[in-house]
């Protein structure tokens, strides 16, 4: 007898096959059959059967492969809120900021750097995170331990391998050739100990607590060669790197081609102030793919954007000429930092400047808009664009925001769309077989955006309102093959065998929800959260997690494992 039929559903397998109604049992946390058989008679009998009622999608569940729930997870075994959104399985330490390994001296400098990369609340962080570990392969028994609803793969970090040799070093200069090969010796015992692989970043926004730039960015070409050589050393792993203006697409051609390893270059967005630049890059990828380096273009199917103040202003900080702010201690010397006419000059020139990847420019005025104001007399402006008053007004845009911060005591919020605001544009990136979809950054950057939800609004909005891609499409893009991308065998697909990793939604109405702000982190800080629309059911491992209204089933245990072993 199966523990579980689900039948009448119409089945989408994440492999691509066209959809079909039909029926399928799990028992011991696997599929044991899949039939086409709506009724599902010769699956035999089950302890429990749930009824598809022909109009229910069956699919794998949603695989994530960008998060950030390092931390999250040692305090809130949900990875909220990813596990109500449709995904079984999250991959942590992107960018490679992870919490492990961490010595104890370290830990609140990891924290504070988190806050400030991740934008993650400071006080959830110190009042939350569990530390009862140094290593990194304590940290996966730990993980282990405690249990958690989605399966887990985790990254090992670079800045925190770097935090772990160098000390507090790591954000000031390179490395020796015995640190590196130290830093070497870590990595390959994390990647025998479990890691899915090794993450980095190089991107010029990724800073902690006072603009220092994050360890890895501070590690140069033989650091680069040396640790991602340990993943062809060992075999297993796939490189992953947030990729800023230094990190070519040759010079990651270069990586592949040394250690034979995946390479996953995030983030690969459709940038106003140069929208050809990605597709100039898939173009690179393409041929070193051609060549048989297997290079993936993390993309993503929202346009990137997000809430913010003057007081934390993440979007402005890749620019260089944004450091004398970033430096700037307290309010007094911030507030003159903005005034200045000289700084100004030197963001509005730098703003103006073509070719620099994934940052603020000049073309975004139009799509920065003024939220919610602290100062009555500048209610009128909510709900109006900088490009807007500024046009208006016959005064610079850059001029005409920060004055609008200073006089409304840094507290305008803000929301600017970033990238991939173009839709057209995007759907090129979303169809095109060397993208992986992904980049949700769930975990992360809480207070100001949520976009967990990516796998359900690309089966709303990409596939049924646009019908850029078949459902059918849609489904394999975040399942089998992000599945395959990383080497996690048995998941991201309906066929015998495979773990019961499973999503049951109704394709008529699928997608996510309004945004809303919600206080549930540890010390009661704020998060925006986007609910699941049109989602029946979810299973871990054949275990339920979400019921049938959609609603997270809080007593489901523990069903997730953490995924120690990857193919080859
Ligand atoms: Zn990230």
Known sequence: MHDLVIDRARIVDGLGTPAYEGSLAVAGGRIAAVSRDPAGRELGSAARRVDGGSGLVLAPGIVDIH??????????????????????????????????????????????????????????????????????????????????????????????????????????????????????????????????????????????????????RLADEREMLALTGALGEVGRGVFMLTKGMTSTIPWLEKIAAGNGRPVMIAAMFIDP??????????????????????????????????????????????????????????????????????????????????????????????????????????????????????????????????????????????????????????????????????LSDAGAHLSFLCDAGFGLHLFGHWARERGDLTLEQAVQSVTSRVANAYRIPDRGRLTAGAWADLILFDPATVGRGARRRVNDLPTGASRLDTPAVGLHGTWVNGVRTVDERGALIRDCGRPGRLLREFAA
Not at 177 to 184: G, K, L, N, S, V
Request: hydrophobic content about 40%; proline content about 6%; glycine content about 8%.
């Open 67 to 216: 998060t950030h729930y390092d931390a999250q997870l040692t305090w809130d075994p949900f990875a909220t809120p990813s596990s109500a959104l449709g995904v079984t399985t999250v991959v942590i330490g992107n960018c490679g900021f992870t919490i492990a390994p961490c010595r104890p001296a370290h830990r609140d400098l990891t924290v504070r750097n988190l806050t400030h990369v991740e934008g993650m609340s400071l006080e959830a962080l110190r009042e939350g995170i569990a530390w009862d570990f140094e290593t990194y392969p304590e940290y996966l028994a730990s993980l282990e331990r405690r249990g958690m609803v989605p399966n887990v793969a985790s990254f090992l970090g670079h800045s925190s391998l770097r935090t772990w040799v160098l000390g507090e070093e790591a954000t000031r200069r390179a490395a020796s050739d015995t640190e590196i090969a130290h830093m070497r010796a870590v990595l390959v015992e994390a990647l025998r100990a479990g890691a899915v692989g090794f993450a980095t970043s190089t991107a010029e926004q990724h800073n902690g607590e006072n603009g220092v730039p994050m360890p890895s």
């Open 273 to 438: 102030g140069d929208p050809e630049r990605v597709f100039r890059e898939l173009g690179e990828i393409g041929q070193a793919r051609a060549r048989g380096r297997e290079l993936w273009a993390q993309v993503g199917c929202f346009p990137l954007g997000m809430e913010f103040t003057l007081r934390h202003p993440y979007p402005l900080e890749a620019l260089l000429a944004w450091r004398p702010a970033l430096e700037a201690h307290d309010e007094a010397r911030f507030r003159a930092v903005l005034a200045d006419p000289e700084f100004r000059r030197a963001i509005k020139r730098e703003a103006g400047e073509r070719g620099v990847p994934n940052r603020f420019s000049d073309k975004q005025w139009d799509h920065l808009t003024v939220m919610e104001v602290r100062r009555p007399e500048h209610r009128p402006l909510v709900g109006r664009t900088i490009g807007e008053l500024a046009r208006e007004a016959g005064r610079d845009p850059f001029d005409c925001f920060l004055d609008l911060g200073l006089a409304d005591d840094l507290d305008t919020l803000f929301d600017v769309r970033l990238f991939n605001t173009d839709e057209a544009r995007v759907s090129e990136l979303l169809r095109h077989p060397d993208a992986a979809i992904a």
